[in-house]
């Protein structure tokens, strides 16, 4: 597909955008300047933002460039959000996350070539803007009435909104126009719920500068039940790999279901259509295959971490289900594998009997369940299946990182750490 318009279409990433004939033929006049936030309000970025790095990537793919913004001010204030007042974090610990979060979208986009990425960051241009050249120079250009209607300021009303969260609109419209008077941006782009805030800059530019620039949002990505994709039961799924194991995160893909799959597929792998398309017609064919299921999660763990980890993290699959040599596994993948099975940390001291193991692992449910699972030969340590209902653990049987591995038949697994 030539028409990137079509292609993010196709993708579904689009979910709101300004005049989208304009925009489309916008986009066909010749490479166009585009810009998406990221705030550092965590140490990492996470799912939503990865959705906003895959249209990133497909924007310079058919020729236009990116400018990646962390949000260095931004971040100190906070947008508002439903729940209530952001607890404001630290300036040091925001710069810190500036610098953490820009090294790991430099990772993720390119910056070679006519149209390589830009990195910026909106703490130039507002730390030593002035309250009152702000607000004649920004604030006359927003009716508060406007802003009162936001559907996140009418939520928080009754229970209160600080006027720093209230105005934080204020601030990132001033980061498009700045961007457009900089670099000749001319759209945007971010996540649904950011759609207020863009369209505020798009206005701001037409007010301030007498220009017409565009906007494009993605949509929330959710689970067939409807609840948000990319929440875990032990929470956000992350993009550092400190935060969340490529173990893990490979997992998180490899999981994900049926009847969401091939719209996850297209969102974040950069296979084309065909490939995609056929993809999705062997997966209905052949469902249990999880055919869709591998490729989104190798091609999402080969892009955020690499396929080295890639393929630690199929091996560790394979492995903890008998398929492969746990003892092969380095440190780091069998603690990530350990966290993943909810593993119970042991005492320090000597090391328990393996039917305590096999208890404390929850593979299940009491001391004599274990010695009725060895008993019945379905019980096993390490991938060894375990004859003896008295066996002590040794040291022999503890893998790197302090992890042992117990599992009952072929598909209940668990683990637990010792000292």
């Given at each position: 597909?030539?028409?990137?318009?079509?292609?993010?279409?196709?993708?579904?990433?689009?979910?709101h955008?300004?005049?989208?004939?304009a925009?489309?033929?916008?986009?066909?006049?010749?490479p166009?300047?585009?810009?998406?936030g990221?705030?550092?309000t965590?140490?990492?970025i996470h799912?939503?933002?990865?959705?906003?790095i895959?249209?990133?990537?497909?924007?310079?793919?058919a020729?236009?460039?990116?400018?990646?913004l962390?949000?260095?001010?931004?971040?100190?204030?906070?947008?508002?959000?439903?729940?209530g007042?952001?607890t404001?974090n630290?300036k040091?610990?925001?710069?810190?996350?500036?610098?953490?979060?820009?090294?790991?979208v430099?990772r993720?986009?390119?910056?070679?070539?006519t149209?390589?990425a830009?990195?910026?960051?909106?703490?130039d241009?507002t730390?030593?803007?002035?309250t009152?050249?702000?607000?004649r120079?920004v604030?006359?250009?927003?009716?508060?009435?406007?802003?009162?209607?936001r559907?996140?300021?009418?939520?928080r009303?009754?229970?209160?909104?600080?006027y720093t969260e209230?105005?934080?609109?204020?601030?990132?419209?001033?980061d498009y126009r700045?961007?457009?008077?900089r670099h000749?941006?001319?759209?945007?782009?971010?996540?649904?719920?950011?759609?207020?805030n863009i369209?505020?800059?798009v206005?701001l530019?037409?007010?301030?500068?007498?220009?017409r620039?565009?906007?494009?949002?993605?949509?929330?990505?959710?689970?067939?039940?409807?609840t948000?994709f990319g929440?875990?039961?032990?929470?956000?799924?992350?993009?550092?790999?400190?935060?969340?194991?490529?173990?893990a995160?490979?997992?998180f893909f490899?999981n994900?279901?049926?009847?969401k799959v091939v719209?996850?597929?297209?969102?974040?792998?950069?296979?084309?259509?065909?490939?995609?398309d056929?993809?999705?017609?062997?997966?209905?064919e052949?469902?249990?295959?999880r055919?869709a299921?591998?490729?989104l999660?190798?091609?999402?763990?080969d892009?955020?971490?690499?396929p080295a980890?890639?393929?630690?993290?199929?091996?560790?699959?394979?492995?903890?289900?008998?398929?492969g040599?746990?003892a092969q596994l380095s440190a780091?993948?069998?603690?990530?594998?350990?966290k993943e099975?909810?593993?119970?940390?042991?005492?320090?001291?000597?090391?328990?009997?393996?039917?305590?193991?096999?208890?404390?692992?929850?593979v299940?449910?009491?001391k004599s369940?274990?010695r009725?699972?060895?008993?019945e030969g379905?019980?096993?340590?390490n991938?060894?299946?375990?004859?003896?209902?008295?066996?002590?653990?040794?040291?022999?049987?503890?893998?790197?990182?302090g992890?042992?591995?117990?599992?009952r038949?072929?598909r209940?697994v668990?683990?637990?750490?010792?000292?």
């Amino acid at each position: 597909m030539t028409d990137v318009f079509d292609e993010l279409t196709w993708r579904g990433l689009i979910a709101h955008s300004t005049d989208a004939d304009a925009l489309r033929a916008h986009l066909a006049e010749g490479p166009v300047t585009f810009y998406v936030g990221f705030d550092p309000t965590a140490p990492s970025i996470h799912m939503g933002n990865l959705v906003q790095i895959m249209l990133a990537r497909a924007m310079q793919r058919a020729g236009h460039r990116p400018i990646l913004l962390v949000g260095g001010s931004t971040g100190l204030i906070g947008d508002p959000k439903q729940a209530g007042e952001r607890t404001m974090n630290p300036k040091e610990q925001v710069a810190t996350w500036v610098e953490r979060i820009r090294e790991q979208v430099s990772r993720l986009i390119s910056f070679d070539g006519t149209n390589g990425a830009i990195l910026a960051n909106n703490y130039d241009w507002t730390a030593d803007l002035s309250t009152l050249d702000f607000l004649r120079d920004v604030g006359k250009h927003f009716p508060v009435n406007r802003m009162l209607d936001r559907e996140v300021v009418k939520a928080r009303l009754e229970s209160g909104i600080s006027y720093t969260e209230f105005s934080y609109v204020l601030l990132q419209s001033l980061d498009y126009r700045e961007l457009f008077r900089r670099h000749g941006c001319t759209m945007q782009t971010g996540g649904s719920d950011q759609w207020g805030n863009i369209t505020a800059g798009v206005e701001l530019i037409r007010r301030s500068e007498g220009a017409r620039v565009h906007a494009l949002a993605t949509p929330l990505l959710t689970k067939a039940d409807g609840t948000k994709f990319g929440k875990t039961e032990s929470g956000t799924v992350w993009l550092d790999a400190a935060m969340t194991s490529p173990y893990a995160f490979h997992q998180f893909f490899l999981n994900a279901e049926d009847a969401k799959v091939v719209d996850y597929l297209k969102v974040f792998s950069e296979r084309p259509r065909d490939e995609i398309d056929d993809i999705a017609a062997r997966s209905a064919e052949a469902p249990h295959l999880r055919i869709a299921q591998h490729s989104l999660a190798d091609d999402i763990t080969d892009l955020v971490h690499s396929p080295a980890e890639r393929e630690a993290a199929n091996e560790a699959a394979q492995a903890i289900f008998g398929r492969g040599e746990l003892a092969q596994l380095s440190a780091d993948t069998l603690l990530a594998v350990a966290k993943e099975l909810g593993a119970a940390a042991l005492p320090t001291g000597e090391l328990p009997s393996v039917v305590d193991a096999l208890e404390a692992s929850g593979v299940v449910a009491s001391k004599s369940a274990a010695r009725r699972a060895i008993a019945e030969g379905g019980a096993y340590l390490n991938n060894t299946k375990v004859i003896d209902a008295n066996a002590q653990l040794t040291a022999d049987d503890v893998l790197p990182g302090g992890v042992v591995v117990l599992r009952r038949g072929r598909r209940t697994v668990g683990a637990v750490t010792v000292a």
